[in-house]
């Protein structure tokens, strides 16, 4: 446990990198207790990485959220044109991670949507996505310089590592001086659909939500016309059952003038 506990200290002045390294080591001992060698004894006798707590960190509500005002002074400082203003669209017409952002390219465009499976989990549990192109980004595309196979390319005119796109976004975040970063922007997106859920009023960029269908894919909706297809189905359900109940109470009506009545 001293051991471990040294490993994690080695890293105070970032605790979330400690804790980061306090969840491998407890991963590896917990693979380790379950693992049996050749004498069928376990790898290892237990798991002292399980006491050792984690660091408080120096951060606990995490990246910052975009408002709408810092939303609109990154608009002001980056137009339309510029290949911040398309980045930023991105963001919030597609809700997507940084990693599948700058993925995106024509070669995911059909019939106006985007199709394409989500980076995170591509192996392990793979998420095929369609979003719909919203007309507000199919402009900002039309009039930003794009790359051949992604939107968003460097200054060498090659797709952006994610790490190399993250620290860019962030200098363009401070041209604008805004404090949010790149993931702050999603926390953003769903906050105001949890506004815009509450309100009933469009949010900025007309967001979008991802509902997985049969099969494993995902196909975008909007608020509104997610809501609308509910109430909808909620209305054909209850006509139906108005129709089965009618027509049951029908039938016994019939066969009771047939049976008890004795009227043909």
């Known amino acids: 446990m001293l051991g471990v506990l040294r490993l994690r200290d080695r890293k105070l002045v970032v605790p979330e990198a400690a804790n980061n ?41 995490g990246y910052h959220t975009w408002s709408l ?29 940084r990693s599948d952002i700058t993925r995106l390219g024509r070669q995911h465009v059909r019939s106006g949507k985007l199709t394409f499976t989500q980076y995170k989990g591509r192996n392990r549990k793979p998420k095929r996505l369609t979003l719909p192109i919203l007309p507000a980004l199919q402009r900002i595309i039309d009039a930003s310089p794009c790359g051949e196979m992604t939107f968003l390319v460097n200054d060498l005119g090659r797709p952006f590592t994610d790490a190399g796109f993250g620290n860019w976004f962030r200098d363009r975040c401070v041209e604008a001086s805004v404090p949010g970063r790149a993931h702050g922007l999603r926390k953003a997106r769903r906050d105001h659909r949890g506004q815009q859920r509450r309100d009933r009023a469009p949010a900025h960029g007309d967001f979008w939500l991802g509902h997985t269908q049969d099969g494993g894919g995902v196909h975008a909706r909007s608020r509104s016309t997610a809501v609308g297809a509910k109430r909808n189905a909620h209305a054909r359900y209850a006509r139906t059952k108005q129709h089965r109940i009618m027509s049951h109470r ?13 009227t043909p």
Not at 81 to 94: E, I, P, V
Not at 250 to 262: H, I, L, M, Y
């Open 69 to 97: 005002d810092e939303v609109h002074q990154f608009e002001e400082r980056h137009p339309i044109g510029t290949k911040a203003r398309l980045a930023l669209a991105l963001f919030l017409c597609t809700g997507q991670r």
């Open 21 to 61: 390294r306090m969840k491998a080591i407890r991963a590896v001992f917990k693979w380790g207790v379950r693992k049996k060698g050749s004498d069928g004894k376990p790898l290892a006798p237990g798991n002292p990485a399980r006491d050792v707590p984690y660091l408080k960190s120096n951060n606990p509500s």
């Open 250 to 262: 029908s039938a016994r009506w019939d066969f009771f003038q047939k049976n008890v009545n004795g």
